[in-house]
């Protein structure tokens, strides 16, 4: 899959990232990845691939993101769905279902501060594409189209969470 390439100058302070048993795994791996590209990651759990419920994993890196709006974080479950839908139940939290170059890359576009992924779904060369391509991914924070969504989505929360 060739060599990848992070942009630590575009990128953001930390790297969260949390599984569950079903991504575990991959977990590791991409860790190691973002570490060798001289990123701060913080894991968030879990600790070993026992049985385990993706909400509270997806809940402990949603809050890091909270409280770090120049993070970005990362979400790892078998199918990605799992952790996607328990990532935007958390208020600030934009969390796309990431499975390939395209996703990811739009994921960024639409504002999102966290990707999901799935181990039982995507290749794990895949998986560091994604992630490769969803940090350098550029976000036009000033674009006119981007802040009325980012608008209308915090109103939505405010009403609903």
């Known amino acids: 899959m060739g060599k990848f390439f992070v942009d630590k100058e575009r990128c953001m302070t930390t790297v969260f990232i949390g599984s569950d048993h079903a991504g575990f795994e991959y977990k590791a791996t991409v860790i190691r990845f973002l570490q060798d590209k001289g990123l701060k990651v913080t894991d968030c759990g879990p600790a070993a691939k026992e049985r385990c419920d993706y909400p509270d994993f997806s809940s402990l890196v949603c809050k890091e993101l909270q409280k770090d709006p120049k993070a970005l974080g990362v979400l790892i479950c078998g199918s990605g769905i799992g ?8 208020k ?6 990431a499975h390939d170059y395209f996703t990811a890359i739009n994921s960024r576009a639409e504002g999102c501060n966290c990707i999901a992924l799935g181990e039982r779904v995507i290749g794990i060369e895949v998986a560091k594409q994604i992630i490769n391509s969803f940090l350098n991914a550029s976000i036009d924070e000033n674009g006119q189209e981007l802040k009325s969504r980012l608008a209308r989505l915090k109103e939505i929360e405010e009403e609903n969470l």
Do not use: E, P, Q
């Open 83 to 90: 952790m996607s839908i328990s990532a935007n139940k958390h």
């Open 92 to 97: 600030g939290v934009r969390c796309g279902l």
